[in-house]
């Protein structure tokens, strides 16, 4: 039987394990028991500000301590596969950063283990526990749009740069989870193309397309070379259109009555229609949090972990696919 505060340890005190340690130091729910990096500075760093957390280098003394229900995996993502599977071999539940792994047929073997041992297993898909991502989702579901054309994806800035992952892999996985999410399918026909400006071999400009079973297309622009920080999903549909704009601080969903129409009374012309323009009410909760609250009720058995698991391995097989047809296009 569980018990009522989930008991859990982190590995990874980098860029983003940080942020996950003050979340589920601070829920009710959940008790932080164990900290493992491999740098001695960061658990210097960090350790004074979760003084209840052991620390350690060893990510074998999370797996290893039978008292802990769930670990949390913030390491490097080449990393993510292999200590996912020691992980879950061990009997604990697992949140993990994403993407899940590297190939979609190790995320599938993580998942098959997930399922055989009855144990959550949930990708940090951060996006989808954003108040207006859910509140798109909520549209797009509710059919106020029509039927579902396109979806376009803008994640761009100037910088974060990296050496050791393009792109793609870095801003693409965010916008691929809320694209399959609102679709709903996966694509049928994926292509890519970018450019490696900056370090050879490692894409920093990529302009991606999707197409999927229902006839919906999809396009991401993802780049750390733009004057601009852009992070926006625009929905197109045959009714309405909807935008969501994190950038936004009090409109981070807009929804246009505006398309195309076809008059009774003209020979296959087609004119445009405007009508209202509103912004529905968006909650402050931090997506983070919410993030880190589903994954608790995952381990208690209290949600279905099964659609998380679909959509980390639906991101990886179209971020493995979208890989492909970049490496086939460099010239």
């Known amino acids: 039987m569980m018990r009522e505060r989930v008991k859990v340890g982190l590995a990874g005190l980098g860029y983003w394990g940080p942020n996950l340690a003050r979340n589920f130091d601070d829920l009710s729910g959940a008790e932080l028991v164990w900290l493992a990096d491999l740098s001695e500075e960061q658990r210097a760093r960090y350790g004074p500000r979760f003084p209840h957390a052991t620390l350690t280098e060893r990510f074998e003394d ?6 802990l229900d769930a670990v949390v995996i913030a390491t490097p993502v080449p990393t993510h596969a292999e200590l996912v599977r020691r992980a879950l071999l061990a009997g604990k539940h697992v949140f993990v950063e994403k993407p899940i792994a590297l190939a979609s047929s190790d995320a599938d073997a993580l998942v098959a283990i997930a399922e055989e041992r009855g ?11 954003h108040p207006g991502v859910r509140k798109l989702h909520e549209i797009v579901e509710s059919g106020d749009l029509g039927r579902l054309l396109c979806v376009y994806g803008n994640r761009q800035n100037l910088g ?19 694209i ?12 890519a193309r970018g450019e490696s400006f900056l370090n050879p071999g490692v894409e920093d400009v990529v302009f991606a397309y999707l197409r999927f079973p229902s006839g919906v297309v999809a396009h991401m622009h993802l780049s750390w070379l733009d004057p601009h920080k852009m992070r926006k999903i625009t929905v197109v549909g045959d009714r309405k259109m909807a935008v969501f704009d994190d950038m936004e601080l009090d409109r981070k969903v807009t929804v246009y009555d505006k ?7 003209t020979y296959g012309e087609w004119l445009t229609r405007t009508g209202d323009i509103w912004s529905p009410k968006i909650a402050n909760d931090e997506p983070l949090r919410l993030e880190c609250e589903h994954f608790l ?5 209290e949600a279905d972990s099964a659609p998380a698991r679909a959509n980390g391995v639906a991101v990886v097989r179209a971020l493995e696919e979208l890989q492909r047809s970049l490496e086939r296009e460099r010239v």
């Open 62 to 67: 999370l797996i290893e301590d039978d008292s």
């Open 160 to 178: 974060k740069i990296r050496r050791d992952e393009n792109v793609l892999w870095s801003l693409g996985a965010h916008d691929l989870s809320v």
């Open 180 to 191: 399959l999410d609102l679709v709903g399918e996966e694509p049928v026909e994926l292509s």
């Open 297 to 301: 009720s995952l381990v208690r058995g």
């Open 119 to 129: 144990l959550a297993l949930m990708p940090g898909h951060l996006l989808l526990y």
């Open 259 to 265: 398309g195309p129409q076809e008059p009774a009374d």
